[in-house]
């Protein structure tokens, strides 16, 4: 009995058992069959929402004037030649048109940041739950799944915060910019707006940005990293960093590879290819002419526009600046300061161009680098040296002198003063135009000393130079301080039959709705000079070019010129014109230290001046000056007939190589064309019997100069 009752017991407790176990698998079974239910009805409710999600897109109504949608009203300044110079915010912008982007770049750009473009509408959830997923499972974002259309939603309308609620309104967004506009326009306005780094909006904006180039001018390697910068323009810039910069490029290429887009070679000599940024200083790429842009500044201001007004009205402001002189002035200061070694901070240059004929501005830099100073010496006030003896030889022409006069080149003493020729020798008697070619320093002298300081003063007055000169006679070899500004215009009345001109940098203002609000009027000329000055004073600078001190800036075309150079080489200039063109150059040392090296107004100054005057008038040829012919005498042969005058008793000592003209009263010219028939009217006078004069001195005399009517304007 014990025993089958410890049988039953076993028993009793295997059925126990069994029956536990049962209960534990029944109830296992039963928690993963309401998992797999869970799962499936969460997939159930995504799908719903999906095709709920999709049908509301599919509703949503297009976005009306999206054609023509500004994202930023900013206002922007204008080349007269069409270039975009600068844009009033912190970066630059150029539009494209979708024809003229090339095609490698197009597939470069779907390649990488979307390639499904052309098929999606405007979102895809399939690639947003896929990236969430891997994100998920990173931990971090490491996929984004943002088409091109939805990252254009966000640049146009959103933030660029990471949060789901933006991620829902872009994708909304996007799906409306499908229904509104083709998927070409989309492109276009995408590639017109996204931010590339380094302060460029757009492609084009950023092939010149980092290339220097148009957008249609790159190479494949180059449109390829373009192409990889919208997804982080910082990192990958290759201002900043050029090694993530070649391997995104690299990345590109290997994708466009991928997807059949380029062959095989072209991927290998891609990818090898080397990088060659702008030699630009970057911030030219961001504001083409900084200085001039400063300048614009100033002018908008007299016209009653506050900064505020200007950087937040969407003004369109069209200047006179010549932007592939301008270019080339950028360079050409680099270039040539740089080959003469003059690399260090306080070693600077400014260029001025305008026409002397309807006084744009064509050309205008301050400094070698506006990112290191901002301070604009073309407004500095500055010893001229020689280039302010044109106007003691204007005085003397004014006061019936000709080129042909001889004057002697030797020591002269004017109380302790004893100026000397750069060079320490001297020629003896010598023709005037001879003295300003080979820029005589006592030649200069003894003719302010014969038509006085006053005279000398009262020319450079009218001329436009406004800045204090002393009554000494240091001034002829240009002791005082001038503007190049001043100096440059002053040469303008050299150029322009004896007018002088105001230079302005504003054509006219538009409004972002197109409307011009303001249109320059035409400029002023006012006759400060006779015709017959200027004739003569163009035909004498010639000289200084083709045969003088100015030989390193001869372009190959008629231009005059005169060369500047002050005590201990602080400063050197080069101020020379073409009949419709002056320029003016300063190179210098900013703390007044004399300079390291002999620079000279025939140096650098001159081969600055011949860069940027080569490209200035491409566009006129080999005109020449519109002046009556003026002859010049050789030396040997005014020297000739000053001793056979000397030989007759009859012939005054002193009298000059050419009799001056007798005049009679002629109608006063109002135009530089009647200038030019009053002057011819006095040539045909030559013939008639006139009072032979004892000394230049009493030679008939030209009217006074008249005082500028507007000095204010001038200045």
Known sequence: MARIRRSDRYSSEREIAQANISRRRTKGSSFWSNIRTLIIFVIACGLAGIVAFELYLSSLSPIKNLDGFKPNIVTQFYSHDGEIIKTFTAYTSKKIDIEEVPEDFKKALIATEDKNFYSHHGYDLTGLARSTIQNILAGKVVQGASTITQQLARILFLSNEKTF???????????????????????????????????????????????????????????????????????????????????????????????????????????????HLTSVPRFYTTNKAPYFTDYVMSELEKLGFDETDISQGGYKIVTTLDYKTQEKLNDAILKNMRNYGLTKKNQQAAVFSFSPVDGRILAYAGGKDYTQSQYDRVQAIRPAGSAFKPFVYAAALEHGYTPNDLIEDAPITIGDWSPKNYSHKYKGKIPLYSALMMSSNVCAVRLIKEVGIRSVIQTARVLGITTPLEYDYTIALGSNGSKLFELTRAYGAFANGGYVVQPFAIERIETSRGKTVYRAPKAKATRQISLKTAAEMTAMLKTVITNGTGRAANIGVPCAGKTGTTDDYKDASFVGYTPNIVTGVWVGND???????????????????KDVMKTATQEYGKVDFDYPEVKLIPTYLLKQNTKKETDEPEQPEGQTAIPPVSEEPIRPATTPAEAVQNFKKQQEQKNQTAPIPTTPAETTKAPTPIPMATPESIR
């Open 591 to 609: 703390d007044n230290t004399a300079a390291t090296k002999a620079i000279q107004g025939g140096t650098v100054p001159a081969l600055i001046w």
């Open 165 to 275: 609620d933006r991620k829902i309104k872009e994708i909304i967004i996007a799906a409306r910019i499908e229904k509104t506009i083709s998927k070409d326009k989309i492109l276009e306005m995408y590639i017109n707006n996204v931010y590339l780094g380094s302060g460029a909006y757009g492609v084009e904006s950023a092939a010149q940005t980092y290339f220097n180039k148009h957008l249609k001018n790159c190479t494949l390697p180059e449109l390829a990293l373009i192409a990889g910068l919208p997804q982080a323009p910082s990192v990958y810039s290759p201002f900043n960093n050029m090694d993530l910069a070649i391997q995104r490029r690299n990345q590109v290429l290997l994708r466009m590879y991928k997807m059949k887009y380029i062959t095989e070679e072209q991927y290998e000599t891609a990818k090898e290819a080397k990088v």
